[in-house]
């Protein structure tokens, strides 16, 4: 099992590159959450979400760049990662996500 991340400005963003991602190959979406970056209290700054994609390592390398190329095409793209062959543990955190802990569904 790989991990794929990609993190880029924006929510709507973020639906759209996993979208994207989802469509490219036969991956699993495990979360899709916010990053608050350090300095966001002294300057307005987009907010930062991050996609986090499972899957075998060739279907999850051609989803996140996929993904990539989507974020990037809007010009709200920061940065991307892909861990193959993933532990335990890792896998457990990248399940967790800030969305959605507010809601009652």
Not at 23 to 39: H, R
Not at 56 to 83: F, L, N, Q
Request: glycine share 6%; proline share 4%.
């Amino acid at each position: 099992m790989a991990l794929g991340m990609i993190e880029c400005f924006g929510f709507v963003t973020s639906i759209v590159v996993a979208d994207k991602a989802a469509k490219t190959a036969p991956v699993e979406i495990v979360a899709i959450d916010k990053n608050k970056p350090a300095n966001a209290e002294k300057c307005e700054v987009p907010l930062v979400m991050v996609v986090k994609i499972e899957g075998d390592v060739a279907s999850v390398e051609a989803a996140t760049m996929a993904g990539v190329d989507e974020a990037k095409k809007r010009g709200m793209y920061i940065t991307h990662k892909i861990i193959p062959r993933q532990s335990e543990e890792i896998e457990w955190f990248a399940r967790l996500n800030a969305l959605g802990r507010n809601s009652t569904i």
